[in-house]
């Protein structure tokens, strides 16, 4: 059964500290999204790649964070220095591109930043 | 933009109730259209969907119709459990280049 997977599952920080998250799509996916969940602003995308190039980050505040994809199989998402409101959960998905896009999320990164 | 909007939650059944939650949409052209669901500390899945006007996305005993007339896409079940307490998310693709916007969420609480 092909999984989203992301690592780690929960991470605990403090101000300052560099934060990287990684994802590994389902085999296959070319196209993989992040997206940040919190209470307050509910599910925000944040950048997606396609066939590993940068489609659309806007939704990512440049000055701290940035998102690659080293290779097919990775993507990661960094954030430095970290602050306190980047406590969130991060979600990763994939899916295979085209038209009709259907998206497979993974099980999340919870952050917290103290 | 385009734009999706939900009720708001919470929202609290017992079970073997009706169940519709509404969602609108804004968009230009002819987006496709989805239903998403998610866990208690898991990740999003895919529900259903509808590619068309006047498609019906169903799954789970869940249905939903697309209707361009009214812009709507709303999700219906006719008899809910417990296990379907989740977040449910209304959400459409449109000419973006596959990036999908969501609307805010549903919360369903089921009650034995």
């Known amino acids: 059964d092909a999984r989203v997977t992301q690592t780690p599952r929960h991470k605990v920080t403090e101000m300052g500290q560099e934060v990287t998250m990684r994802c590994q799509p389902i085999?296959?996916?070319?196209?993989v999204f992040w997206y940040r969940q919190t209470m307050m602003q509910g599910l925000e995308l944040l950048a997606y790649?396609?066939?590993?190039?940068?489609?659309?980050d806007s939704g990512m505040p440049k000055d701290r964070f940035s998102a690659e994809m080293p290779d097919a199989t990775l993507a990661t998402l960094k954030i430095q220095p970290s602050e306190p409101r980047d406590s969130a959960v991060y979600f990763c998905?994939?899916?295979?591109?085209?038209?009709?896009?259907?998206?497979?999320f993974g099980p999340g990164t919870r952050l917290l930043v103290l | 933009g385009d734009s999706v909007t939900q009720m708001e939650g919470p929202v609290t059944l017992s079970e073997e109730a009706f169940l519709t939650i509404n969602c609108t949409y804004t968009?230009?052209?002819?987006?496709?259209l989805f239903w998403y669901v998610q866990y208690p500390g898991e990740g999003l899945q895919l529900l259903l969907k509808?590619?068309?006007?006047?498609d019906k996305g169903s799954n789970k005993g869940f249905e939903a119709t697309y209707r361009k007339e009214t812009t709507s896409f709303h999700l219906e079940k006719g008899s809910v459990q417990v296990s379907d307490s989740a977040v449910y998310f209304c959400?459409?693709?449109?000419?973006?280049?596959?990036?999908?916007?969501f609307g805010q969420g549903t919360e369903l609480s089921v009650k034995p």
């Open positions: 998905a994939s899916g295979l591109g085209g038209a009709v896009e259907t998206q497979y």
């Open positions: 085999l296959g996916h070319n196209t």
């Open positions: 509808a590619t068309k006007a006047d």
């Open positions: 959400a459409l693709s449109g000419n973006q280049g596959g990036k999908l916007i």
């Open positions: 968009a230009t052209g002819y987006p496709s």
């Open positions: 790649f396609r066939n590993r190039a940068p489609l659309d």
